[in-house]
């Protein structure tokens, strides 16, 4: 991977996976991270406060201008990552948990109990993601818990796939053979010999999957499944960006944070990749 | 999202199964595995044995939506008025079975499936199954339109790429791909019609038809077809450009994974012998990308496009929001907006039958187009 043509100054001093959609990755999703502890500091109005004319553009007072009630656009945008990103943390390690959990449990345990959960997990991905996690999301009722339980329950069988792959591989190598030769119990052998050696893939895949489920989250929001008014989520701003749709920078906002949020942790698993990948180059 | 090319690189006996999300906001999908000697007729006899097990499951699972749903499941099948009329509400208990126990109630919710009966929409007020096919031809012409566009732009910046690997058209596709898989659509498609419609008024405003032209008579539902079928030229032509938009939007993303994994395919193809010969007996090089490094990368390209299919569905139900396009998206989101429960769980069930039978079908095309596999 080390690129020999580099000057050797750089070479010491910029680690060799560090390539330059990495870095630009790890600093927005840096900054994003921030804005959830600093918001309230950063942000030049309260988000939810009435504190301007309504439907103003952009100007020194409003940088992003104010929505149909008067906020300040900029200072819900800020404030959106308050509420997207914690609950897109939440979800993956829900989802990774429960997914990893009964995917090692199918794995290692295989027979009747290990196909039928991997028969739930072939009907629950043979559903297009965004619409069961609507109906999931319909039925539980509106609400930003409701629509996060509908995406764990979207999302687990990607992880419970993936560890029972990693199970399956890793139960046939010589140090576990050496263990049960050894006459260690079976949950020892699951949690002390296979498990540690399974991680890695998930949690690069978690990694990833962090602004996949942030952009499933703003969807369910925009139709109104997720956050409820007067919440400064993203996707229901957009929402109301949709209503105002002539006043553009009501939806402008919480679009860029959006999509530079998703990039980031795009730039990084792209980087990723190409590191534990070097054939892709 | 982008270990699909690698596992198609690295293993042409594995379709997909990648690790990670492959089309945005998609599940890596299940891709057909067919072991080593194993004959094809037995491996898609498995395969189209193991489809009514999987409907059933959908079956089940939408089932058990509608018992969770908040309250009494009379509200997922009854309206407010009906529900306030007695006689309705008996009718309603009868016609499901509300009064028997949960294994009876599921029996008579198949028993209903198979003869059509996906029960009335609150919305609509008409049968579930009408408005779905009704409003499927819509979605099925966007999300066409969307796999043409989409492919047509990733496989050409995907040869671009790889042609000019590391060179700024390089950098280029990847970050037109990053931004495409990372943007919400239906930001997207707001932001694209303030600007090219409204401000540069160059492409048309939402709908499938200008608001004052004269719809042709329905036939197929598709309107392009039905405008063709009309011998009206110009409404075909004005359905085309309304379709531009939306299928372009809708398309980005796709082809930010298909220019992804056409570039890694490439790559590996262009470093081939049969390249250099090619080049050695004074092949140009136009000749010499299309005809001889392309062709071969066909069979992956054929299948990450077929299988993108289910981002497309899920990406249509926002765009469609958007674009006031009359599909099944949009229902669907009426739906969840009015609660309207028999409609979007309707909606769901299809959706999953579709794209289960897509991937059947991807996945049988797949291991008969491609002679590695079917030799293996």
Redesign the interface.
């Known amino acids: 991977m080390t690129d020999q043509s580099l000057p050797l100054a750089r070479r010491l001093l910029v680690p060799y996976w560090l390539t330059l959609p990495m870095a630009i990755g790890l600093a927005i999703v840096l900054f994003w991270l921030l804005m959830v502890v600093l918001a309230p500091v950063v942000a030049p109005y309260d988000p939810l406060e009435l504190v301007g004319r309504r439907l103003q553009p952009p100007s020194w007072q409003h940088w992003l201008g104010t929505d149909a009630l008067g906020r300040d656009v900029l200072s819900r945008t800020l404030f959106g990552a308050l509420h997207s990103i914690p609950i897109a943390v939440i979800v993956v390690v829900l989802a990774v948990s429960f997914g990893a959990l009964l995917g090692a449990l199918s794995g290692y345990i295989g027979g009747l109990f290990g196909s039928a959960i991997m028969r739930l997990v072939d009907v629950t991905l043979s559903f297009p993601p965004m619409l069961l996690a609507m109906a999931v999301a319909a039925s539980l009722g509106p609400g930003l818990e409701n629509a996060a339980i509908a995406m764990v329950i979207v999302w687990w069988p990607v992880y419970a796939r993936l560890m029972r792959a990693q199970v399956l591989e890793v139960r046939e190598r010589e140090h576990v053979e050496a263990a049960i030769a050894a006459g260690a119990s079976r949950p020892r052998i699951l949690f002390k010999h296979i498990l540690p050696l399974c991680w890695t893939p998930i949690l690069i895949s978690a990694t990833m999957d962090l602004g996949q489920v942030i952009l499933l989250a703003a969807s369910l929001s925009f139709i109104g499944l997720g956050a409820t008014p007067p919440t400064p989520e993203w996707g229901s701003m957009i929402s109301d960006g949709a209503q105002q749709f002539y006043s553009w920078w009501v939806a402008f906002g919480p679009g860029v944070a959006i999509l530079t949020v998703v990039l980031g942790f795009n730039f990084i698993g792209d980087g990723l990749h190409d590191y534990l990948d070097p054939r892709s180059e | 999202?982008?270990?699909s090319?690698?596992v198609f690189?690295?293993n042409h006996r594995t379709v997909s199964s990648g690790?990670?999300?492959i089309f945005?906001?998609?599940?890596?999908?299940?891709g057909a595995k067919l072991e080593k000697g194993q004959p094809l007729t037995r491996f898609i006899l498995k395969r189209l044995f193991?489809m009514p097990?999987?409907v059933l499951?959908?079956v089940?699972?939408?089932f058990l939506?509608?018992t969770?749903?908040?309250g009494d499941p009379l509200t997922a099948i009854l309206s407010d008025r009906q529900l306030n009329d007695p006689e309705a509400v008996k009718a309603a208990m009868a016609r499901w079975g509300l009064d028997r126990s949960l294994p009876e109630r599921y029996f008579i919710y198949v028993r209903n499936l198979l003869s059509g009966d996906l029960g009335t929409s609150f919305v609509t007020r008409r049968p579930v199954l009408t408005d779905v096919l009704f409003r499927l031809p819509a979605t099925l012409e966007l999300v066409g339109a969307a796999m043409v566009i989409g492919s047509t732009i990733g496989i050409s910046l995907g040869v671009l790429a790889a042609y000019f690997k590391n060179s700024w058209i390089d950098h280029l596709a990847?970050l037109f791909a990053?931004?495409g898989?990372?943007?919400?659509v239906?930001?997207m498609g707001?932001?694209l019609?303030?600007v090219l419609s409204?401000k540069l008024g160059v492409v048309p405003g939402p709908g499938r038809l200008d608001p004052r032209a004269s719809l042709p008579p329905t036939v197929t539902g598709f309107m392009t077809i039905d405008t063709l079928l009309a011998g009206e030229f110009k409404l075909f032509a004005n359905a085309l450009w309304h379709l531009l938009l939306p299928a372009f939007v809708l398309g980005w993303a796709v082809s930010g994974t298909i220019s992804r994994l056409v570039r890694?395919n490439m790559?590996e193809v262009l470093g081939r012998e049969f390249i250099l010969t090619a080049r050695a007996k004074g092949a140009g090089e136009l000749r010499v990308v299309i005809r001889h490094a392309l062709r071969n990368t066909l069979v992956p390209t054929l299948t990450v496009i077929s299988y993108s299919f289910?981002y497309l569905?899920?990406?249509a139900?926002?765009t469609e929001?958007?674009f006031s396009w009359p599909g099944l998206g949009s229902y669907?989101?009426g739906?969840?907006?009015a609660?309207d429960?028999p409609a979007?769980?309707g909606?769901?069930l299809v959706?999953?039958i579709i794209?289960?039978l897509t991937n059947l079908i991807t996945d049988i095309a797949y291991v008969i187009a491609n002679p590695r596999v079917r030799l293996g």
Do not use: D
């Not at chain 2, 945005?24 to 299940?30: A, I, L, N, T, V």
């Open positions: 999202m982008l270990t090319g690698w690189v690295n690790q990670t999300s945005g906001s998609m599940h890596p999908c299940e193991a097990f999987l499951g959908i089940t699972l939408a939506l509608t969770v749903t908040k990847r990053l931004v898989s990372s943007v919400p239906f930001w707001l932001a019609l303030y409204v890694a790559l289910a569905l899920t990406g139900v926002l929001t958007i669907a989101v739906a969840a907006r609660l429960f979007i769980i909606v769901t959706g999953g794209f289960l």
